[in-house]
């Protein structure tokens, strides 16, 4: 059972453009959601983060959109820059999975300059 | 400065024969965990710390073991690797507590032959 299902797999986006990266889960005990950001060869790291308390946080060119009600979030990247090409993993964690992360699919996400 | 290192970062070995991985960590964090990754998937967890406390997942095969010293390192053996564990290997750590933020380390890129 997918407890995070994410989309799209792949992303490319011009120099400049929105890239938007979705995710939706199903269990409402998720109390906090954080999406990763993994460049080829080195570990995820914890790029933005939100609770279900708030419907939106930005953190420079990147936002979170949650809609507690849709049980869906969603990561914003504006102004998208080359290097910002990487892969991107939603996450949800809390509830009985309190300590552990369940992670997205990934969304490949390519920048051409 | 790397706060959770693991070695080596590329680790050949052959069908059967038992290898370590290492990690360590300056953040003093309580829990570490170990994921298994695939290429274009998702980390998926085998198993975490917390303190000296060990928590296996239910599908981790009992090929996978895991020790922990100390709250510093943590050790990751596969007893028998078949080719199927091929894989990049993280180690993570997070302090237990309920935003759950995890650091990875760069991993180590296990060959089989």
């Known amino acids: 059972q997918q407890q995070v299902k994410q989309s799209p797999q792949s992303l490319i986006v011009q120099k400049g453009g929105i890239s938007i990266i979705n995710c939706a889960y199903e269990?409402?005990?998720?109390?906090?959601f954080p999406w990763y950001q993994q460049f080829p060869g080195k570990g995820p790291a914890l790029l933005i983060a939100?609770?279900?308390?708030?419907s939106e946080k930005k953190e420079g060119r990147f936002t979170i959109s949650f809609n507690k009600s849709a049980k869906q979030f969603s990561l914003h990247i504006m102004d998208s820059q080359p290097g910002d090409s990487a892969t991107y993993f939603c996450?949800?964690?809390?509830?009985?999975?309190?300590?552990?992360?369940?992670f997205g699919q990934g969304t490949i996400l390519t920048v051409h300059p | 400065d790397a706060m959770v290192i693991q070695n080596p970062r590329y680790q050949v070995t052959q069908f059967g024969k038992p290898v370590t991985l290492s990690c360590s960590q300056t953040?003093?964090?309580?829990?570490m965990y170990w994921y298994q990754q695939k290429s274009s998937q998702a980390p998926k967890l085998l198993f975490h710390?917390?303190?000296?406390?060990?928590?296996n997942e239910a599908d981790t095969p009992d090929n996978f073991q895991s020790r922990r010293p100390n709250t510093s390192f943590c050790f990751l053996d596969i007893r028998s690797p078949g080719l199927g564990d091929a894989a990049m290997y993280l180690c993570?750590?997070?302090?237990?507590?309920?935003?759950?933020?995890?650091?990875f380390g760069a991993g180590t890129r296990l060959s089989v032959l």
């Open positions: 993570a750590t997070s302090r237990g507590d309920s935003k759950n933020i995890q650091y």
């Open positions: 269990n409402t005990a998720f109390d906090y």
């Open positions: 939100i609770r279900p308390d708030v």
């Open positions: 996450a949800v964690t809390g509830g009985t999975s309190y300590g552990k992360l369940t």
């Open positions: 953040l003093n964090h309580n829990v």
């Open positions: 710390y917390y303190d000296k406390d060990f928590n």
